[in-house]
């Protein structure tokens, strides 16, 4: 039924960034070296993904759209759903609240493209494109005008995309990132630009951090690796120099994703409780990777919440190696 189809929808799709989020998601899923994202008025009236991804077959693209069809997980892993969030939503919801037109080439199939307005799906037809895919997102929530009067100023909602690609982007440094606002039609102006990182992956990292928050946070950047009950932990912490008025520049990644958890507030406060004040706040990229089981990301599927089974082990980890790097650093 179209109309529940665009109450649930818009539980997936929050404002443009979330639907920012999705497809750029899928591009990294779909193997992507290079993603370009172009928007125009915060998003609102185009949201353009393009990657070069292993594509999808023509007859495939009706299936992308259809709720809970997912390439990405075959019967026998039931209990990974819930690992991975909610599967198989996006792109039916992301038709049904707006137009959404996919254009697409897997390797040895003729490019093809389908497109879904305000739930109402066209036929496949034939289109033109090397490789990759394309996914052009126009007039979000024209189809739930309720919806449309809850978004936020272009300036908002631009602000919101950035951040997105930005947590994307620190993610993922082997890939290259473009951003784009084409407000004003034409080429438009690139906001944000990453290329492909190289080296190692802690290399790569360190690179992509200094692009992202600065060489100043890269030069004051410790690098932390460290391991405790099944849980890894990787990434930058700053020296306390290197501090901000607010949490601003304090990242989360869990099993590769962008996350947004108190719980590294916290843990970041324990660790440099000895050397910060309280109106100063540590800056870190940290990436925590462990057994899908011991982490809940389906708290709901538009916000990036985590819910860690046993989230003392995971602060007691990043406290402890947090001081152990600043000890080492000469504090
Ligand atoms: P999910 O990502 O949870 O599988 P989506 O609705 O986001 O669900 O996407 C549905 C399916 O469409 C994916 O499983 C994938 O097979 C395909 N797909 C979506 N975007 C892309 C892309 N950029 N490149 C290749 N395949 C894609
Ligand atoms: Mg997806």
Do not use: W
Not at 114 to 142: C, H, Q, W, Y
Not at 256 to 267: F, I, N, S, T
Not at 304 to 309: D, G, L, M, Q
Request: net charge negative.
């Amino acid at each position: 039924d179209a109309a529940i189809n665009r109450i649930a929808a818009g539980e997936v799709v929050e404002r443009p960034a979330s639907a920012v989020k999705e497809l750029v998601e899928n591009a990294i899923d779909a193997g992507a070296r290079r993603i370009e994202i172009a928007i125009a008025d915060g998003g609102k009236t185009l949201i353009r993904v393009t990657d070069d991804g292993c594509g999808i077959t023509p007859d495939q693209l009706p299936l992308a759209l259809s709720r809970h069809a997912t390439s990405k997980i075959d019967g026998t892993d039931l209990l990974d759903i819930h690992s991975f969030g909610f599967r198989g939503e996006a792109l039916p919801s992301l038709g049904a609240v707006g137009r959404l037109t996919i254009t697409s080439r897997a390797e040895g199939h003729e490019a093809a493209q389908i497109a879904v307005s305000g739930g109402v799906m066209d036929p496949v037809k034939p289109a033109a494109l090397n490789g990759g895919t394309i996914v052009e997102l126009r007039d979000l929530f024209f189809a739930t005008p309720a919806r449309l009067k809850f978004m936020r100023t272009d300036r908002a909602e631009t602000q919101a995309i950035n951040d997105v690609v930005k947590r994307l982007a620190m993610a993922e440094p082997f890939i290259g990132f473009t951003l784009r606002d084409v407000s004003g039609g034409g080429d438009g102006r690139v906001t944000f630009r990453a290329d492909p990182e190289t080296g190692d992956l802690f290399d790569a990292l360190h690179g992509r951090l200094g692009r992202i928050l600065g060489n100043e946070f890269a030069e004051n950047a410790l690098k932390i690796d460290a391991e405790r009950e099944g849980f890894l932990l990787t990434g930058y912490a700053a020296l306390p120099t290197y501090s901000r008025g607010s949490a601003v520049a304090q990242f989360l990644f869990v099993n590769g994703r962008p996350v947004r958890d108190k719980l590294l507030v916290g843990a970041l406060r324990g660790a440099y409780f000895d050397f910060l004040s309280r109106d100063r706040h540590p800056a870190a990229a940290l990436f925590i990777e462990c057994d899908p089981h011991l982490v809940d990301v389906n708290v709901h599927p538009a916000k990036s919440e985590v819910r860690f089974r046993d989230p003392g082990i995971v602060r007691g980890l990043i406290v402890s190696s947090l001081r152990h790097a600043l000890a080492e650093a000469g504090h």
